[in-house]
């Protein structure tokens, strides 16, 4: 379309006979990019609905849904050149014509006698035939035109049944079967190792039996490759996969293969929950517990985990959740017999359970984050020949450079937080707005020595060095292993062998199987035990639980330490008493008393200005352009716990409601009332800027 005096890419979404633009003001289409719809029917509802749902502009949600380049006007079908003789050349053949010319001679024959040849034909075939073809067309004797690619064969051959399931296995497997080709949604509840992947890959199996295909969401583009080699080690055919990691190139391949059906088999990270599947038979979104599945940053603020589950709505096909730890989102929805709960209660095959332990910091001498009966425990391990894995949730060497004498802590100037040191690049470096200092070697204030305080897991491999020489620590963390194939490598020297400790961050809880780790620590449970979060304590149980289950996989049981100097708290108690279920019960009863969700629906308005009172004026005002209406509370605005960061003022309003629908209809007439409230002025400065995050993860 022409949009002023450029020309932009847009999206038919509905087709209307009149309209209120005057006919003087509307402009043609200047070309039209898909000769058949880019979406169906049911998956340009669902974008709808979530437009509508989130509060968010149509437009952008489609932004958020489609490979940038089918945006930017490819074709979304792949198409492909293909070379045909024209009337023409027979006689042209016959009569001798092309005597002098041979290689065209060559072509012509082979492309008459073998009927169309696709450029791809030709290249792999055909040594320079572009010449000969170019001489060809100009002569009128072939022709060349740019035809859809027949999807590649949309075969799905299962390699191998994989071992006999167990009976929990069965009956989950059987639930599940039984609502294919109807709506329904499933809790795969199943403690790591319980075999959860080996019940979806049965599934897939039965949806692909009966000619559907399946779409398979995971959180962290770090492990799509792990659960496609899964998938491709029992099924031989094509599986696409989708994550962040592709270029614009690969990103738009896969998904034209998944569009034109011919991969039964899609798997991807949290976007992927839109991608297109003609028969789509079943979803299974894996790890739902996941925060990933939430888009916390931007403006369409989505959960992939709860589209999923309406797009199977709509689809009238079942959607299984998969988690050892699930959300108590689920878990509420299993209460309320919105979901039905399949239970993995024991580890497949002949794996046990780990025995976890709390070791009391202050009862222990510790050594740079380290205490003596972990120490010991390593020791006993390690000696055994097996893997040690430490948990520790701080990336850098210390969060903190303090002044020995004066008390002076090295501060970021954008934001209200300490640097962190990191050793390695010799740089004092803020984790919120990713600003960089070099490191002084004195007190600034006072010209004294100063010192890292407390430990990070670049500080943890340093010890770990010192205290164990001679065997090779491997550090998972953001810092280390920023690129893909970085992970990768780490991955294979742990599988080989060659690394005897693995220290790391959040990213070694995920999913990954290491099964000669025997013994994990985690060295401070303490962070999230007094966080104003709400959501604090489900997080930290559940990284318990999820590093926990990293620990002795195959046939040798594994030992978890935590370490605390909260032994006695009653979280930590309760996990380790009654495990993860028992822990929920407690925790969720907590969260209904002090009336947090699931047990309430909420929404966050959140406001930045580059002025410390914007944000909070902005938000006042649009706390007076709400009708009162009933059942719906607000609350705040009130800045945000870090108010400053990035150099941006930050505040907040909540809104709740016991009801979703309530919140909904609340929302939409409120939003666009507060879209129309004066950005600048009286409200705030130009530089404010908002949004909506409805179903929030966290509230601060
Ligand atoms: P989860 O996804 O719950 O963590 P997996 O499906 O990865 O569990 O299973 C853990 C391990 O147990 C895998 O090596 C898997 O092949 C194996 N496994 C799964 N189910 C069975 C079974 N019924 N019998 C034997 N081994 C099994
Ligand atoms: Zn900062």
């Known amino acids: 379309m022409p949009f002023g005096r450029q020309r932009v890419v847009g999206i038919v979404v509905e087709l209307s006979d009149h309209s209120d633009v005057p006919a003087d003001k509307l402009r043609d289409v200047l070309e039209v990019l898909d000769a058949t719809p880019v979406l169906s029917a049911a998956d340009l509802a669902l974008l709808c609905w979530a437009s509508d749902y989130y509060h968010h502009p149509v437009g952008e949600v489609f932004a958020a849904a489609m490979p940038k380049l089918l945006r930017a006007g490819q074709d979304s079908i792949a198409r492909q050149i293909v070379w045909s003789p024209t009337p023409d050349a027979a006689t042209a053949l016959s009569s001798g014509l092309l005597r002098r010319a041979p290689r065209q001679l060559a072509l012509l024959q082979r492309i008459h006698d073998k009927g169309d040849h696709t450029e791809n034909q030709l290249d792999s075939e055909i040594i320079g035939w572009r010449d000969a073809a170019r001489e060809l067309k100009r002569r009128g004797l072939l022709q060349s035109a740019a035809v859809a690619t027949a999807p590649a064969s949309a075969q799905v051959l299962p390699r191998g049944n994989g071992p006999a399931l167990n009976a929990a296995q069965e009956a989950a497997l059987a639930a599940v079967i039984k609502h294919l080709g109807s709506a329904g949604a499933f809790l795969l509840d199943g403690v790591t190792g319980s075999g959860k992947t080996e019940v979806y890959l049965r599934l897939a199996g039965e949806v692909i039996a009966r000619g559907g295909s399946l779409l398979v969401l995971c959180p962290e583009i770090g492990l799509t490759p792990q659960l496609v080699e899964r998938f491709q080690a029992r099924f031989d055919g094509k599986i696409a996969a989708l994550h962040s990691g592709l270029t614009d190139r690969e990103r738009l391949d896969a998904w034209r293969v998944a569009a034109s059906g011919a991969a039964r088999i899609v798997i991807g990270t949290r976007s992927a929950v839109f991608a297109p599947l003609p028969s789509l038979g ?155 200092q070099p490191r002084p070697d004195r007190c600034p204030r006072c010209g004294y020595e100063v010192r890292p305080l407390g430990h990070g897991t670049e500080r943890v491999e340093e010890t770990l060095a010192e205290r164990f020489p001679g065997l090779a620590v491997e550090r998972f963390d953001r810092d280390n292993l920023r690129a893909q194939s970085a992970l990768e490598g780490a991955i294979g020297r742990v599988h080989s062998g060659e690394a005897r400790i693995l220290v790391g961050t959040q990213m070694l809880t995920k999913g990954h199987h290491f099964p000669d780790v025997t013994l994990v620590g985690i060295l401070n449970a303490d962070q999230s035990l007094f966080s104003t979060d709400f959501r604090a304590t489900e997080r930290l149980a559940q990284t318990i639980v999820q590093v926990a289950g990293r620990a002795g996989r195959a046939d040798r049981a594994g030992e978890v330490m935590i370490q605390s100097q909260y032994p006695d708290h009653p979280l930590l108690q309760t996990l380790l008493a009654d495990g993860y279920e028992g822990f929920a019960k407690t925790a969720m009863s907590e969260r209904e008393q002090a009336r947090w969700p699931p047990y309430l629906r909420m929404a966050v308005l959140r406001a930045s200005d580059t002025s410390a009172e914007g944000a909070m004026r902005f938000l006042g005002a649009a706390r007076a352009a709400a009708v009162p209406a009933e059942e719906i509370w607000l609350r705040g605005p009130v800045p945000a716990a870090m108010i400053r960061r990035a150099d941006r003022y930050h505040a907040q309003l909540l809104i709740e409601s016991g009801q979703r629908a309530r919140l909904q209809r609340f929302l939409s007439t409120w939003i666009p009332a507060v879209e129309a409230l004066p950005a600048r002025g009286n409200h705030g400065s130009r530089n404010l800027r908002w949004v909506l995050d409805v179903d929030p993860l966290e509230v601060f």
């Open 282 to 436: 079943l979803i299974i979104v894996d790890e739902e517990h996941d925060s990933s599945y939430k888009q916390q940053e931007g403006g369409f603020r989505y959960s992939a985990r709860d589209l999923a589950l309406l797009r199977g709505q709509r689809a009238q096909v079942p959607v299984v959740l998969g988690s050892a730890t699930p959300s108590f989102e689920s878990l509420h929805n299993v209460a309320h017999d919105r979901m039905t709960r399949l239970h993995l209660p024991e580890r497949a095959g002949n794996a046990q359970p780990p025995r976890l332990l709390l070791v009391d910091l202050r009862a222990h001498a510790v050594h740079r984050g380290l205490s003596a009966p972990l120490m010991a425990a390593m020791d006993r391990h390690l000696a055994a020949g097996a893997q040690v894995l430490l948990y520790l949730n701080r990336r850098g060497y210390a969060p903190t450079l303090l002044c020995t004498s004066c008390g002076w802590s090295a501060q970021c100037r954008s934001c209200d937080a300490r640097l962190t040191v990191h050793q390695r690049a010799a740089v004092l470096a803020c984790h919120h707005c990713g600003a960089e």
